[in-house]
């Protein structure tokens, strides 16, 4: 497709546009990412080692909790993200991933509880660290078995990664 626009023409060309590229890097690869990091900040409270020195014991409850809140959220995004592009074969397996994620959000508000010291007057931030392991459990178990649905739909590995040099040269010869 050629347009004219006065002294120069503008060659759109004809491929559609697509933006998979780009979508699998923003709304999916960069989400797995995220997931790893919230899932070592949940477990400690830090991403690096010796990280942790300088935060006190409620700010490290405080990011341990909110990196449990991301990991929940991220993984709905997730899921959202890659739904349409899954093969029907796995569309059940990410059903039930969104159900238990669902069953996880009544209890996410319980994870956690603040008080004030009466003698301080600090605010104190503590965690049902049984509540919380078991949550934790849940999406750590998601978050691994979401990767085979993704894989087969070529959503992380292509199919191949080999290059027929003779079928790009036939295209070519061809004029396509």
Same mark, same amino acid.
Do not use: C
């Given at each position: ?8 023409? +503008?060659?759109?060309?004809? %491929? ?11 709304? +999916? ?12 900040? /949940? ?6 080692? &010796? ?5 006190? %014991?409620?700010?490290?409850?405080? $990011? ?5 809140q991301r990991f929940h959220s ?11 592009? *899954?093969? /029907?074969?796995?569309? &059940? ?6 159900? $238990? *994620? ?8 319980k994870v956690f509880k603040t008080?004030?010291?009466?003698? /301080? ?19 750590? %178990?998601?978050?691994?078995? +979401?990767?085979?649905? *993704?894989?087969?739909?070529? *959503?992380?590995? $292509?199919? /191949?990664?080999?290059? %027929? ?9 061809? &004029?396509?």
């Open positions: 497709m050629v347009f004219s626009k006065g002294d120069g023409d +503008i060659d759109l060309g004809t %491929d559609n546009w697509n933006v998979a590229d780009g979508y699998t890097k923003i709304k +999916i690869l960069k989400q797995l990412i995220f997931l790893d990091r919230f899932d070592t900040i /949940s477990q400690f409270g830090t991403e690096d080692m &010796g990280e942790d020195i300088q935060y006190d %014991d409620n700010t490290i409850k405080r $990011r341990r909790v909110e990196a449990l991220t993984l709905k995004q997730l899921l959202g993200n890659v739904g349409f592009a *899954l093969k /029907s074969a796995d569309q &059940g397996k990410i059903k039930a991933f969104q159900g $238990r *994620l669902a069953t996880v959000d009544e209890f996410m508000v008080s004030e010291d009466k003698i /301080s007057h600090a605010q104190l931030f503590d965690i049902e660290e049984k509540l919380f392991a078991k949550i934790l459990e849940i999406l750590q %178990d998601i978050k691994d078995k +979401i990767n085979t649905p *993704l894989n087969n739909a070529n *959503l992380i590995f $292509r199919a /191949s990664e080999e290059i %027929d040099l003779d079928k790009i040269m036939d295209g070519i010869v061809e &004029g396509g």
